[in-house]
């Protein structure tokens, strides 16, 4: 029977190794990677290269959980893409093409188990719904922030508590969550990275979860 240590599990396009951390600190054999540098503070536990040369490497990889860049996936930003704002962003649909390509290469991986995480964006149309879409408030973060969950030979994750969300109201009536209301001021690389580290209940559940159906033999 296989043990934790057996199984080898690849967080794609993740620097702050939070997912990564949760299954190390479960006992399985995990690494983050990004082209950036990691910020987790456990480089020995990161790929700092392409996620395709990391998949092509030889190793094979048990589970892989993958965060492509969601800049031009995400719905957020649609009105960008009108022919008023050419000028100001010449290249975004060619952009956008780009990161359909990226995820759907990710998607299409040799890895048997993959979770694709993304906001809500233009994959539910351009590809398929995904399977789940989770809140940080239904995994103990008093946040709203809408996640999709694309899985392949992995369950749905299950709420492990359910919390009131930390909403802000400004004077138009606009709702806002905290978290994204707080990195407003922040640089721009500082602001993405902040928006898209995994919140530490929903990284949990996702090492627990599904740490124990691998155990368990699928």
């Known amino acids: 029977m296989k043990q934790k240590s057996d199984f080898k599990i690849l967080i794609a396009c993740e620097e702050s190794q939070t997912i990564c951390k949760a299954f190390r600190k479960q006992g399985f054999e995990a690494f983050s990677c990004d082209l950036l540098p990691c910020s987790g503070g456990h480089p020995e536990w990161h790929y700092q290269q392409d996620i395709f040369e990391v998949l092509e490497n030889g190793t094979k990889w048990d589970l892989m959980i ?17 022919p008023e704002y050419a000028e100001r962003f010449p290249t975004i649909h060619e952009d956008r093409e780009k990161a359909v390509e990226f995820f759907m290469k990710l998607a299409n991986a040799n890895v048997y188990h993959i979770a694709i995480e993304n906001p809500i964006g233009i994959m539910s149309s351009r590809w398929r719904k995904p399977e789940q879409v989770i809140q940080p408030y239904q995994f103990g973060d008093p946040e ?34 905290k978290l ?8 721009k690389e500082e602001r993405r990275k902040a928006r898209s580290k995994t919140f530490e209940g929903i990284a949990e559940a996702i090492a627990t979860q599904w740490g124990s159906f691998l155990l368990n033999g699928y």
Do not use: M, Q
């Not at 993958?66 to 009108?82: D, G, I, M, S």
């Not at 508590?161 to 802000?168: A, G, L, Q, S």
């Open 66 to 82: 993958a965060h492509p860049e969601c800049t031009r996936l995400t719905v957020a930003a649609n009105k960008y893409y009108k």
């Open 144 to 177: 709203r922030k809408g996640t999709c969950l694309w899985l392949k030979n992995l369950p749905k994750l299950i709420p492990t508590n359910i919390v009131e969300p930390d909403i802000i109201t400004h004077k138009s009536g606009r709702t806002d969550s």
């Open 180 to 187: 994204h209301f707080e990195t407003l001021k922040l640089p």
